[in-house]
């Protein structure tokens, strides 16, 4: 962060697409706002009788005693010596001003964005105390820069920033970005929640070593999501001696002294890891012999992402050692062929989620296996998969479960693999970004599949001015993106 807000405490963050969260520069300046007072509905009253009228006095007697004493006449309802007077009392209490009122403000607040939110925090305090609630932050990751953890004194010294507005909006995940094992201690120290109420760390591109990784992970006793990316300083060694049982989800990448080692340390070591996503270029087929029969049971994510000495061998040790895997990426691991999608077709029978972009050496028949196999299929990505035809296509149009198909760059598909998608009704979402086969006239022929909410036709020579009208016409609910 670059300078501390209201009150010392740092600048609220600000949501990129991405769902992590940058803190805002210097403040934005809030346009004039005005919020009109609406005219309040007249409230209905009882229709109610007029008071009894008593005759004068020189011609009744005194009235009845049950009228002295303040009695009800029961079929009116009302005192019988006349309407009851209202104690008198102070003044009424006045009402805050709408723009401060925080019933209010506590609907008004959620239509904003996040990067909205930061600005109006900044407007006054009340809108402040109230955009300030866990509530309105909550899923959100605050992405904090080494450089933002400081502040520099008059006297040239650093101070670590204040985190007080941090654990006010009761944030449970951070992303640390080029810290070492000193920013991490301090990090610590200063935020309150850090102990208990941090759930999941994300270090990148930071100069983290094994002795660093085994405090933040002792210290942090919350933490249950752990990812590291770009993290070169530590080894196969601080996993041994860190990693907790706690974790559920890990996440390693671009970390370059991750190898076969490090997969036996998290498959011994983490028995309730439910999600593991690995990106490794050393990582060989043995390392996938490791999981155990607990990581079989807890396991429903693996995600191996160009590991590139991975062959069909490895793919035989997970579907017999993780059966109940329901999502599974093998993107990137350019030497599984079809004989490998076929094996994950044949046992892994719960998957709903299948990555196999960047495989070049998938055909049209790793299709058929997945078509007659993988009946709970939901999401297909097959990006780069250059071997695919509109054959493939025609395996894929018999299943009725699938709603993601993504066919980015998938050069030899042509108008003719497109007429096969049109009977896939349950389609919500279709990628054919890149396809440079494919022509105004066979793209149009989409609109029929009037259920599609998503439509990607990035960089595809055939989606001309006109198509794009074409589809904002036939197909109103639909995003097509050009």
């Known amino acids: 962060m670059s300078s501390p807000g209201v009150n010392g405490d740092p600048k609220p963050p600000c949501l990129p697409r991405n769902g992590l969260v940058k803190l805002p520069g210097q403040p934005n300046g809030l346009g004039a706002a005005s919020i009109t007072k609406g005219t309040p509905a007249a409230k209905n009253r009882p229709c109610q009788p007029p008071p009894p009228t008593l005759p004068p006095p020189s011609l009744a007697g005194p009235p009845p005693r049950a009228a002295l004493a303040g009695g009800l006449c029961p079929q009116a309802g009302l005192p019988l010596g006349g309407p009851a007077l209202a104690p008198v009392s102070g003044p009424p209490a006045e009402r805050p001003p709408l723009a401060t009122d925080e019933k209010i403000l506590n609907g008004l607040f959620w239509y904003f964005s996040a990067c909205e939110k930061c600005v109006l925090a900044q407007v006054c305090k009340a809108w402040r105390r109230v955009l300030y609630q866990p509530k309105f932050w909550a899923g959100l990751t605050p992405v ?208 709903r989620s299948l990555d196999l972009s960047w495989c070049p050496r998938i055909t049209d028949m790793a299709l058929e296996y997945v078509a007659c196999d993988l009946h709970r299929l939901e999401e297909l990505v097959l990006d780069r998969c250059v071997r695919i035809t509109d054959t493939g296509l025609s395996y894929l149009s018999t299943m009725s479960s699938l709603r993601s198909l993504y066919l980015r760059w998938c050069c030899q598909v042509q108008d003719f693999g497109l007429k096969h998608l049109l009977a896939m009704r349950s389609l919500r979402l279709l990628s054919l970004a890149g396809c440079p086969l494919l022509t105004a006239t066979g793209l149009s022929g989409l609109v029929q599949l009037q259920d599609l909410e998503e439509l990607e036709l990035t960089n595809c020579p055939g989606a001309t001015p006109e198509l794009f009208k074409y589809f904002s016409q036939h197909l109103p609910r639909c995003l097509v993106v050009e």
């Open 144 to 351: 904090l820069h080494a450089k933002e953890l400081y502040t520099v004194l008059p006297g040239g010294e650093k101070e670590f920033v204040n985190l007080q507005g941090f654990a006010a909006r009761g944030f449970e995940g951070f992303c640390l970005v080029g810290v070492s094992d000193l920013d991490i201690c301090e990090f610590i120290d200063n935020y309150a929640l850090s102990k208990k109420g941090v759930k999941a760390m994300s270090l990148k591109r930071s100069t983290i070593t094994d002795a660093g990784l085994e405090v933040m992970l002792e210290q942090m006793q919350g933490v249950v999501r752990l990812e590291l990316s770009g993290c070169n300083d530590f080894t196969e060694a601080g996993l041994w001696s860190s990693l907790s049982a706690r974790i559920t989800s890990l996440s390693v990448s671009d970390c370059i002294n991750v190898a076969d080692d490090a997969i036996a340390a998290i498959s011994q070591l983490l028995p309730n890891l439910a999600e593991l996503s690995l990106q490794a270029y050393h990582v060989t087929d043995t390392a996938l012999a490791y999981f155990t029969a607990r990581q079989g049971h807890s396991t429903h994510t693996l995600r191996l992402l160009s590991c590139w000495e991975i062959t069909n061998h490895g793919v035989v040790n997970v579907v017999h050692s993780l059966p109940n895997l329901t999502a599974l990426s093998l993107s990137g691991c350019s030497k599984v062929t079809d004989d490998g999608v076929e094996l994950v077709a044949e046992n892994l029978r719960k998957l």
